[in-house]
């Protein structure tokens, strides 16, 4: 069946503009995710949905970041007033069940790489 | 709070040497460990799992073991290939939600 779908796959923009990043989870999963992924840094965790609960936003940079996920399925990644720093590719990943602890793994989409200009 | 750290890369081996790449943890509770694995070109996916102490995950013909004393999870290959090139990532299972917690990453290339 149809893996996590990420949209753009690439976005170029220039600094100081919105951006908007799309993620269709595969059908039925619960679980999404949102992580950054900088060159040499790692996958830096940015926000969490589960089902209808309110979403753990612990891992967002700043303000000018914020996710929504509507109809608990489609999620869009908002960055605000965009910076050089926030260049990075940003990855999301579903799940099928609460966490990561159960035998669900999580499946990940190819990203969108932004650069900011 | 919960953090991993995985040896840094990259790591260059020669077709059907032994591979290990080191991880140790830091996590308070029982978290469940993982390996994913980045391809070229293509998003993660999960390598392997542990989850619980003394558990051992293996796919693929990577090994790793769950040790709570030593608080490591290394990889562990006997025999890699070519087509093992790519960026493992370990992780844990931790956050306030159980969200994946993920090290920063390891270069793998294969020469043959």
């Known amino acids: 069946g149809a893996g996590v779908s990420q949209s753009p796959s690439n976005k170029v923009t220039e600094k100081g503009k919105d951006v908007e990043l799309r993620c269709d989870p595969i059908s039925g999963h619960t679980a999404l995710y949102w992580y950054r992924q900088s060159l040499g840094q790692g996958l830096e965790f940015l926000i969490y949905f589960q089902g209808n609960s309110a979403p753990d936003k612990s891992g967002l940079p700043s303000d000018r970041f914020s996710a929504e996920r509507t109809g608990g399925s489609v999620s869009t990644l908002t960055i605000q007033r965009t910076q050089q720093e926030d260049s990075a590719v940003y990855l999301c990943?579903?799940?099928?069940?609460?966490?990561?602890?159960?035998?669900?793994?999580?499946?990940f989409g190819n990203g969108t790489r932004l650069t900011v200009t | 709070g919960d953090s991993v750290t995985q040896m840094e890369g990259p790591v260059t081996l020669s077709e059907e040497a032994f591979l290990t790449i080191n991880c140790t943890y830091t996590a308070t509770g029982y978290p469940s460990l993982f390996w994913y694995v980045q391809y070229p070109g293509e998003g993660l996916q999960l390598l392997l799992k542990a989850t619980k102490a003394d558990d051992k995950g293996s796919n693929k013909g990577f090994e790793a073991t769950y040790r709570k004393e030593t608080t490591s999870f290394h990889l562990e290959k006997g025999s890699v290939q070519v087509s093992d090139s790519a960026v493992y990532f370990c992780?844990?299972?931790?956050?306030?939600?159980?969200?994946?917690?993920f090290g920063k990453g390891t270069k793998l290339s294969v020469k043959p």
């Open positions: 992780a844990l299972s931790g956050g306030s939600q159980g969200n994946l917690i």
């Open positions: 990943a579903s799940s099928l069940e609460t966490g990561a602890r159960g035998d669900s793994p999580l499946h």
